[in-house]
């Protein structure tokens, strides 16, 4: 089969890593999978890739969330303005952008419907957003999810039904031997000695970072060498409340910010790094209430790293009791007592001895191979040549920005 996969950037958020995943892992069943991205910067993925990439024409947009969802649609539906641009097997979106090019695609009958993989369901307070996200999500063909909660949410907040393909992590990249780049990498970020704590995804609502500094303050009266790693985490405009009150909190506490500080903040991390910044770190600190996966969790645990998750799904439909440490979100005493037992040498050395089991049950083939029966019911069979909408009726969208 001939497989377009379709996502929203090229950078290294949880669903381009999926996407980019999956399409080598088809490559490697046999068939042809393409991944595509809308590239404004024209540098492509943020990683090379063993499958075939195509780095869709965009510019850059300033302005509202609202007005670069609408013109990153448009820029899916100028790539796919033609039959011959068209010609795939099965179409199938990582992203509300590429789901709402679909879908249009799918209206004006230039394609045969679509796919969609749906990685969270975001909490949005402008009506046309929340407008695309819905359009993405009930115009697929056949819907996908990434965790069981995710299908729960899709079916009462949607009545959508969803399959559950999961996630998968690369034991090959990912794995607890030292690599060359370790040791220049804690020089860069000024570790010493530790315990080095690691939290991903920046100053984030979703992420709980207040809980996570809240709690490393406390844990480190008691441990003053402890060193908190915040990776990745462009800032956005949505969450600059957010991310005063994490500062706030930093300075209440005294703990400075910046390479060899009590908190190093690293903004966006190159990909080839994150390997060695689980293996540096002592521990992953992921308290997010808001996760569809957690990719991240099993890149630190394949790594070797503990882990520190909600005490909830999607981490409990992964995760055996005994492979984390559990706690509830916001509990910043329970997390920091959870960071300190993370130092345990026995329970560490328990939970080091996770990541081979992991590896070996979450390989990307097995979650590719879950994706290929339905692949197949949508590949189309031979029909009679239908007209093709035009007008309004091929955008089936009742409001759409000037700039899109």
């Not at 090229?10 to 399409?23: F, I, N, R, W």
């Not at 965009?58 to 039959?83: C, E, M, N, Q, W």
């Not at 990582?94 to 695609?105: D, K, R, W």
């Not at 080091?352 to 069979?381: F, K, Q, S």
């Amino acid at each position: 089969m001939r497989i377009a996969i379709l996502t929203h950037a090229t950078d290294p958020s949880g669903g381009v890593v999926h996407a980019l995943a999956l399409g080598e892992a088809l490559c490697a069943l046999g068939h042809e999978a393409v991944v595509h991205a809308p590239d404004p910067t024209g540098r492509g993925f943020f990683r090379d890739a063993a499958c075939p990439v195509t780095s869709v024409t965009a510019k850059p947009v300033t302005g509202s969330a609202a007005a670069l969802v609408g013109a990153r649609i448009a820029d899916y539906l100028a790539h796919f303005s033609t039959p011959a641009a068209c010609d795939f097997d099965v179409f199938h979106a990582q992203c509300s952008i590429s789901g709402n090019a679909l879908a249009t695609l799918s209206r004006r009958r230039l394609i045969h419907g679509f796919v969609r993989t749906v990685h969270a369901v975001e909490p949005v307070t402008d009506p046309l957003l929340a407008q695309w996200q819905e359009r993405a999500i009930v115009h697929a063909e056949r819907l996908l999810c990434v965790s069981g909660v995710l299908a729960a949410a899709l079916a009462r907040d949607y009545g959508a039904q969803a399959e559950v393909v999961g996630n998968g992590v690369d034991g090959t990249v990912y794995g607890p031997e030292p690599g060359p780049g370790d040791a220049g990498l804690r020089r860069r970020l000024g570790l010493g000695a530790g315990p080095v704590f690691l939290s991903i995804g920046g100053f984030a609502p979703r992420k709980s970072t207040l809980a996570t500094l809240e709690a490393f303050a406390q844990l480190r009266r008691d441990v003053p060498a402890a060193q908190l790693v915040v990776a990745g985490g462009a800032a956005q405009d949505d969450h600059a409340g957010y991310e005063a009150r994490c500062c706030a909190a930093l300075e209440r506490e005294g703990l400075d910010v910046g390479p060899g500080r009590p908190v190093v903040r690293t903004g966006p991390v190159a990909q080839t790094d994150m390997p060695g910044l689980y293996r540096l770190a002592d521990t992953l600190v992921f308290p997010s209430g808001a996760a569809g996966y957690g990719l991240c969790v099993l890149e630190a645990i394949a790594c070797g790293t503990p882990a520190i998750v909600p005490a909830r799904p999607p981490f409990s439909e992964y995760l055996a009791p005994s492979q984390a440490l559990w706690v509830e979100p916001h509990d910043t005493g329970a997390l920091a007592l959870a960071m300190r037992a993370s130092l345990e040498p026995a329970r560490r050395a328990r939970l080091r001895n996770v990541g081979c089991d992991l590896v070996r049950t979450h390989a990307w083939e097995a979650c590719a191979a879950r994706h290929l029966p339905i692949y197949a019911a949508l590949v189309p069979g031979p029909a009679a040549a239908g007209p093709f909408a035009t007008g309004s009726a091929a955008w089936n969208i009742t409001r759409m920005p000037p700039d899109a």
